[in-house]
């Protein structure tokens, strides 16, 4: 068996080698994953196959853990709160991108108007006035 392997363009690890990585010991990664602080990919037989996401993520709750002092629940908290955060801006994205697509309908559908308001006028030359007046009744 391997220890990296690539499925579908990710580079994925064993947990030997996450820990590793991420300077914790491999039970710390098991217990991280009950607590649901690290959700690794998992084989048909139940392993755990970690991404370099996962393991920026480990390096991550070690630091908040050991510089900060953020107990487990907290980190989890700042985790849920960073993830909450990274769907909006990628909602927020797609949302400015609809936005210009309706306002440049917009300005497409005000030239159209705009352009065929124009043929229905007819140019009067200079001086020539013409008024009508209805007959008296």
Same mark, same amino acid.
């Given at each position: 068996?391997?220890?990296?392997?690539?499925? /579908?363009?990710?580079?994925?690890?064993?947990? /030997?080698?996450?820990?590793?990585?991420?300077?914790?010991?491999?039970?710390?990664? @098991?217990?991280? #994953?009950?607590? +649901?602080?690290?959700?690794?990919?998992?084989?048909?037989?139940?392993? @755990?196959?970690?991404?370099?996401?996962?393991?920026?993520?480990?390096?991550?709750?070690?630091?908040?853990?050991?510089?900060?002092?953020?107990?487990?629940?907290?980190?989890? @908290?700042?985790?849920?709160?960073?993830?909450?955060?990274?769907?909006?801006? /990628?909602?927020?994205?797609?949302? #400015?991108?609809?936005?210009?697509?309706?306002?440049?309908?917009?300005?497409?559908?005000? #030239?159209?108007?705009?352009? /065929?308001?124009?043929? #229905?006028?007819?140019?009067?030359?200079? +001086?020539?006035?013409?008024?009508?007046?209805?007959?008296? @009744?």
């Amino acid at each position: 068996m391997t220890q990296e392997t690539t499925v /579908s363009q990710t580079t994925v690890f064993v947990i /030997s080698v996450a820990a590793e990585m991420a300077g914790m010991h491999p039970q710390t990664l @098991r217990q991280y #994953d009950r607590l +649901g602080l690290v959700t690794p990919v998992r084989t048909g037989g139940g392993g @755990r196959r970690y991404t370099e996401r996962d393991v920026e993520l480990l390096r991550e709750v070690q630091r908040l853990s050991q510089e900060e002092g953020v107990n487990l629940a907290g980190i989890k @908290r700042v985790i849920e709160l960073e993830n909450q955060v990274e769907a909006l801006r /990628s909602r927020l994205a797609e949302v #400015d991108a609809e936005l210009q697509e309706a306002q440049a309908a917009l300005l497409t559908a005000h #030239d159209t108007a705009v352009a /065929s308001l124009r043929r #229905d006028l007819v140019p009067l030359s200079q +001086g020539a006035l013409v008024v009508w007046r209805p007959p008296a @009744r």
